[in-house]
């Protein structure tokens, strides 16, 4: 435990702990991936009535389809993070952010109060 969390609220030291089970409990998100895909290769089987082999092919099949939209997903990533980091890009997101930060004011609007005819 952190000690920035010891001396923290109840609530962060409550939370604190519970990461720390959750973490050290909880099984690899690998492992539920190899343990699901032998739950829908067994299911595949019986409940489909395909031959193991053939279950194999479906499989190797579907990954190389999912293969190429993972590798779409990972370009549509990596090209909107170098756009975002172009200087002149990010320039105007941090201009952009201002409003934000309380360094802008609003323009001051017409308003028939503040008008006397």
């Given at each position: ?98 409003c934000s930060t309380g360094s802008f004011r609003p323009p001051r609007r017409y308003s028939a109060r503040t008008h006397s005819a």
């Amino acid at each position: 435990m952190s000690t920035a969390a010891a001396n923290g609220s109840a609530f962060e030291r409550l939370g604190d702990r519970l990461a720390s089970v959750v973490e050290h409990w909880m099984p690899s998100p690998f492992l539920f991936a190899i343990i699901l895909t032998y739950i829908a290769y067994v299911a595949a089987i019986v409940v489909e009535g395909t031959g193991p082999f053939e279950t194999v092919l479906f499989w190797y099949d579907g990954f190389w389809l999912f293969l190429t939209f993972a590798m779409q997903m990972v370009l549509i990533l990596m090209t909107g993070f170098v756009v975002a980091y172009h200087p002149r890009v990010n320039a105007g997101v941090t201009s952009n952010s201002e409003c934000s930060t309380g360094s802008f004011r609003p323009p001051r609007r017409y308003s028939a109060r503040t008008h006397s005819a």
